[in-house]
């Protein structure tokens, strides 16, 4: 009986000789894999080797990561009968991994793993954390010294703001919590540590898309209605590039900044470090042709109007631009309706050319009406009207850039040339965050589409101020030259030129986080802005007022064209692998 109870005693306290691991099964995607580590890592498992610099961190793939998490975990949890299954995406097995290189090293027993993160204790004063087992601050309030309540559910900061950004509460903060209770539906008990804020469902990607065409859609109104008012483009544009890079830095310091650094996941200040040259090339190289394009519509619109200006513009973005992205995003999108949009845009061109063309045909009219009535004594003095003769010499009067006797050509030229530049800024910055070409070295993160779109923006500010100080003393079009002091003393507009660099930089942010979870050929959807930009060229500058019953019927035809491309664009939407 001693000798029994001697080996009962020797074998509770001894770890079996024959190790068994935690292993995540070959063939399950990286999307199912990453929420394995995600709830591994918060629930109990030491995920410290797998961070950057670890010793675990390569190979740095999601599979990879993954064993080890799903490992630590089920050590820590003492090898319990269920600890090894994560929804079918892990199994046991007597091996370790192929892939663990040296000086990784896997816990092979539950004494080797440490005990288990899961339950809380209660100190005075500022929280913190000890091995196996964390504190938390016993102040009360929401946030204190990083603790949050214990009786409060991570969900619902990320909740309110997910809708608050996108309409989406799934689109949200991905808790890497290493103090999770595992009790109920996971209630929070100590410090949770965020990851950045990532748009991942198909809701959420959809939301930022339509957010961001109406913001794409408004600021061309803005900066149109300056030009109008006879404030000269360069000093708008100026003041437009200075607000479009604070937009971008501020989504930087913000959403890029969440929490710490994460398993393939950097954040903003960590890849400023990176060596990621490649990427940031390619995000400075979109950043160049976003703005050559949005200076060259500034003078498209004058010559053309706003309406059609955007039609063209975005209709040559889309055929071209969601073409290379279809095929730069491994076509996760749906060909068969993806393409039926791109061709509704193709469509749309040309009815837009055709509506520009009737257009000034309708005015050219009018105004020979109004030349033959003053030769004939027949002018009164009257209040100018939306589309009457009157308004557009009152316009031209007063606008910057003088249309009268110019060719329709020169508009029609500098819309396809703005259009092709617009048509490479997206695929640029997918091949920034995605690095399709595999130009990063082993190991080197992905650019985050925060950090990415920092840089891009960057880019995009030193184009424009190189250029439109040029155009002050060097201007084109006809323009009056100005000066630097000139633009400096020009507060005129001012605000609505600032308020239109803001549009304009959060719409083009929202697009790419739309983008990166849904593909960036489904995100050249709001390149349909057309529709909002010609809502607002009818209703505040009166385009096309008292024009031909052809006018009308070809700008109907145009917009319902858009309409179509904008559904199918939407519905070819695909969602991207994590990676």
């Known amino acids: 009986m001693v000798i029994f109870l001697f080996l009962a005693l020797l074998f509770g ?48 793939t999601v599979k990879s990561h993954c064993d080890y998490a799903a490992n630590s975990y089920f050590q820590r949890k003492g090898q319990v009968a269920g ?30 793993a440490g005990s288990s993160a899961t339950t809380p204790t209660t100190s005075s004063g500022t929280g913190g954390t000890t091995t196996g087992t964390p504190t938390t601050s016993t102040t009360t309030g929401i946030y204190n010294g990083g603790g949050i309540e214990e009786d409060g559910d991570e969900s619902w900061v990320a909740a309110v703001v997910g809708v608050l950004i996108c309409g989406d509460s799934s689109s949200k903060f991905h808790p890497i919590s290493q103090f999770r209770s595992e009790k109920g539906n996971q209630q929070l008990l100590g410090v949770v540590e965020l990851k950045m804020y990532e748009i991942e469902s198909r809701g959420g990607a959809i939301a930022c898309m339509l957010l961001s065409l109406f913001f794409l859609g408004t600021w061309p109104a803005v900066m149109t209605s300056l030009e109008r ?7 708008t544009y100026l003041d437009y590039s200075i607000t479009n890079l604070l937009a971008a830095v501020l989504i930087a310091l913000t959403f890029g900044q969440i929490g710490d650094a994460q398993l393939g996941k950097p954040n903003f200040f960590t890849q400023l470090a990176q060596d990621n040259w490649p990427s940031v090339l390619f995000a400075m190289t979109g950043g160049i042709f976003l703005s050559i394009g949005n200076l060259a519509t500034q003078y498209a619109w004058a010559f053309v ?21 279809y095929f730069l995003d491994d076509r996760i999108n749906k060909a068969q309706i993806l393409f039926p949009g791109a061709t509704c845009f193709l469509i749309a061109v040309c009815l837009g050319a055709a509506v520009h063309k009737s257009n000034a045909a309708d005015n050219g009219q009018k105004l020979d009406i109004l030349s033959k009535d003053k030769e004939k004594g027949n002018g009164t003095m009257r209040e100018a009207e939306f589309g009457t003769a009157d308004f557009l010499i009152e316009l031209e009067n007063k606008r910057s850039i003088k249309v009268f006797g110019k060719s329709v050509w020169l508009g029609l030229g500098i819309n396809l040339f703005a259009g092709c530049c ?19 070295k082993k190991g080197v993160d992905h650019l985050v589409v925060y950090t990415a779109f920092f840089y891009f923006s960057c880019s995009c500010f030193i184009i424009a101020i190189v250029l439109n100080i040029t155009f002050l003393y060097r201007p084109v079009m006809d323009l009056p030259k100005s000066s630097f002091k000139a633009y400096l003393s020009d507060w005129n507009g001012r605000w609505l030129a600032l308020l239109a660099g803001i549009l304009c930089g959060f719409g083009n942010g ?45 700008l109907v035809s145009m917009l ?8 199918l664009l939407m519905a070819s939407s695909g969602h991207r692998k994590t990676s």
């Open 560 to 567: 319902l064209m858009f309409i179509v491309a904008v559904a």
């Open 510 to 554: 929202l697009q790419f986080m739309g983008g990166e979870a849904a593909g960036f050929a489904a995100a050249d959807a709001v390149q349909a802005l057309p529709l909002v930009s010609t809502f607002w060229g009818i209703i505040i500058f009166g385009e096309y007022r008292k024009s031909t019953r052809r006018t009308y019927t070809l």
């Open 83 to 112: 600890s090894c299954d994560f929804a079918g995406t892990a199994t046991t097995s007597a091996t370790l991994p192929s892939t663990v290189v040296s000086g990784c090293t896997y816990p092979a027993s539950p004494s080797q």
């Open 13 to 60: 306290f001894t770890d079996y000789s024959s190790a068994t691991y935690c292993v995540c099964k070959d063939g399950v995607g990286d999307t199912a894999l990453q929420k394995t580590i995600d709830y591994a890592c918060g629930a109990g498992a030491d995920c410290s080797a797998v961070l950057q610099n670890g010793g675990c961190y390569q190979p740095n």
């Open 422 to 440: 617009f048509s490479l800024f997206s695929p640029s910055f997918n091949l920034a965050t995605n690095d399709q070409w595999h130009l990063l």
């Open 305 to 325: 109007g706003l309406s059609v200006t955007e039609v063209i513009t975005s209709s040559i973005t889309v055929v071209i631009g969601t073409t290379l992205n």
């Open 229 to 235: 008012r006879g404030r000269l483009p360069q000093h």
